[in-house]
């Protein structure tokens, strides 16, 4: 019997303390002994009696603690702590439970011009500070809900039958075939290339992904990618995270937009019905000019919009003459040959459409070489999803899946064939017809969360003339 004791009291010593989200979500009973680690978010101190908002970056709420004014004495804003108490009802209106604490370690200090002080500090102040940014209600809500976005989606594919891979993110192919790219090589000053060849970062898992489909059937991967554009602008990085899918024996490009948008509505559904946690976290830390109240409703208006209607579908063609009708006078003229510019993306479907919208059927010039070219032949069979206030977030064609052809359009192009061989023999060898889509993971959050610069839901942005940290 006293082995036993023991054991468990080793036990509980190396067992994890809860978080505060913990805590909240299903609390201990009464006067129950607590270790609970933060960070001191404020102290207030009366006559007989102290309190200090602790948080620890689980959840938007913070714990009320209850001290001495000497225990208190030592505390201030920023400090990393370790509190033990016994937790109490509260007394307070603020929320049900605080704990009373009888002793205080403090585990990290901060000097005396700590930047993050209760007060709200703008984004682009917050930018300057990439360490501790995070540490603010609102973007570690961002983080949050980054996290809870991600697992939405990990079960929205398993369901659907598909298998997470790991394509490379080291490659000899560019398949945008842009040229927008990284080289990667070793700084020891060996004469002949590390890896035998030319290597990249990779701007796409794509061509990977396609080969693991043709094993798999349904494949799909979360990982980096890397441009090297030198664009300055609020949604674009360098270095940013694509979702791609890739799916094998299916011949239309209607398939796809049908699944993308079944993708993107499972997450809104676990937004619209959330009770209480990361999505309502995110929701009360909403900063906007226009007001709290204001920015939560349009938010919620937002989700509810998504997850209700269903997506228009347009072609490359209808969109040219919505826009020339329009009577608009956009900066960028509206031209068959120049694409969609992000003005008209927003516009489509901001102001035109008032929801995501597809634009399908884009000419074939206009597109990489791997794209399977409609019967009028002029155009392939792709797509565009286009939200509004960011525009477009999801590509995604039917893939070339005749050898032939794809060795025409490889030549035409200029492209050298022998950097493709290793891809062009997937259609050498029991070849069928598949398709896939790659989702900029920031971007869809962007738009998900209210947040205008991509810059503030990736942890540490990588841009042209950006690498902090």
């Known amino acids: 019997m006293i082995r036993s004791v023991q054991w468990h009291s080793k036990r509980l010593q190396h067992s994890l303390a809860p978080n505060i989200s913990q805590l909240l979500k299903k609390p201990p009973a009464l006067d129950s002994a607590l270790t609970v680690n933060g960070y001191v978010k404020s102290v207030r101190s009366l006559k007989k009696v102290s309190f200090v908002d602790l948080f620890d970056g689980s959840t938007h709420e913070s714990l009320m603690c209850v001290l001495s004014p000497a225990d208190a004495e030592q505390l201030k804003t920023g400090q990393s702590v370790r509190f033990q108490g016994t937790w109490k009802q509260s007394k307070g209106k603020e929320q049900p439970f605080e704990l009373k604490t009888q002793a205080v370690e403090v585990l990290g200090d901060v000097p005396a011009n700590y930047p993050l002080q209760k007060k709200l500090h703008s984004l682009k102040f917050l930018r300057t500070i990439p360490t501790l940014r995070w ?95 030198e664009s300055d602008t609020n949604r674009h990085l360098s270095e940013f995270w694509m979702l791609e899918g890739e799916i094998a024996f299916i011949d ?41 109240e204001q920015a939560i409703g349009k ?97 995604g064609s039917v893939r070339e899946h005749s050898l032939e052809k794809l060795h025409t359009e490889i030549e035409q192009r200029g492209m050298n064939k022998q950097d493709l061989q290793w891809y062009l023999s997937t259609r050498e060898n029991a070849t069928v017809p598949h398709g896939g889509f790659g989702l900029g993971f920031e971007r869809l959050l962007c738009y998900l969360s209210g947040v205008s610069n991509v810059r503030d839901v990736v942890p540490f942005p990588r841009a042209h003339d950006e690498c902090e940290a």
């Open 252 to 292: 239309n490009v209607q398939q796809l937009t049908k699944f993308t948008e079944r993708m993107i509505k499972s997450i809104v559904k676990d937004l619209v019905e959330d009770n209480n946690g990361i999505a309502t976290n995110l929701l009360k830390s909403q900063r906007s000019e226009e007001g709290m």
């Open 135 to 229: 540490k603010t209600g609102y973007l570690s809500s961002i983080l949050r809900f980054r996290s809870q976005v991600d697992g939405r989606l990990h079960r929205f594919f398993e369901d659907e039958g598909f298998f997470k891979t790991n394509p490379p993110i080291i490659t000899g192919s560019d398949c945008e075939g842009a040229g927008e790219l990284f080289q990667v090589e070793s700084k020891s000053k060996e004469s002949q290339p590390f890896f035998g060849k030319s290597a990249y970062l990779t701007v796409s898992t794509q061509l990977h992904l396609e080969v693991l489909c043709c094993a798999l059937g349904k494949v799909w991967s979360l990982s980096p990618t890397f441009r090297a554009e």
């Open 299 to 395: 938010l919620q208006q937002r989700w509810s919009s998504l997850y209700t209607e269903e997506w228009p579908c347009i072609t490359y063609s209808e969109a040219l003459d919505i826009l020339k009708r329009s009577g608009v006078k956009f900066q960028i003229p509206v031209r068959y040959e120049d694409g969609l510019a992000s003005e008209h993306e927003k516009w489509l479907a901001g102001e035109h459409f008032h929801s995501p919208v597809f634009v399908v059927d884009y000419p074939k010039e206009m597109k990489p070489f791997y794209m399977k070219l409609n019967d009028d032949n002029s155009t392939v069979a792709c797509f565009d999803l286009l939200v509004p206030e960011v525009g477009e977030i999801i590509g």
